[in-house]
Nanobody
Framework: QVQLVESGGGLVETGGSLRLSCAAS????????TGWFRQTPGKAREFVAS????????NYADSVKGRFTISRDNAVNTVSLQMNSLKTDDTAVYYC???????????????????WGQGTQVTVSS
């Protein structure tokens, strides 16, 4: 089983930037698609971005396209989410997760992801 730990959340003003990191406990992490999702109270968890096992394919939610960039460094078992031009609507708990069964396609579907981190809070103030 892979353990995931998110970091980098915090409080930022509108228009600011944050960089989230997802660190994994096992080297097998580098063979999995990894995704970022977010959730606000009373709402369903939603897809943000995903990256396949070698970084060759990425997907983004329309709401973050052009502002967020997902990347990975398999040498250190880490996936990052660079978030620029943040808006108040980006306020949420952000989770990373892995899809162990589809390493190439960078799925957008929450149900494809089996292992989840505990989340990191991102708050964007107006």
């Amino acid at each position: 089983q892979v353990q995931l730990v998110e970091s980098g959340g915090g409080l930022v003003e509108t228009g600011g930037s944050l960089r989230l990191s997802c660190a994994a406990s096992r080297h097998t992490f580098r063979t999995y698609t990894t995704g970022w999702f977010r959730q606000t109270p009373g709402k369903a968890r939603e897809f943000v971005a995903s990256i396949n096992w070698n970084g060759g394919r990425t997907n983004y939610a329309d709401s973050v396209k052009g502002r967020f960039t997902i990347s990975r460094d398999n040498a250190v078992n880490t996936v990052s989410l660079q978030m620029n031009s943040l808006k108040t609507d980006d306020t949420a708990v952000y989770y990373c997760a892995i899809d162990p069964s589809q390493p190439s396609i960078a799925s957008r579907d929450l149900d494809d992801y089996d292992y989840w981190g505990q989340g990191t809070q991102v708050t964007v103030s107006s």
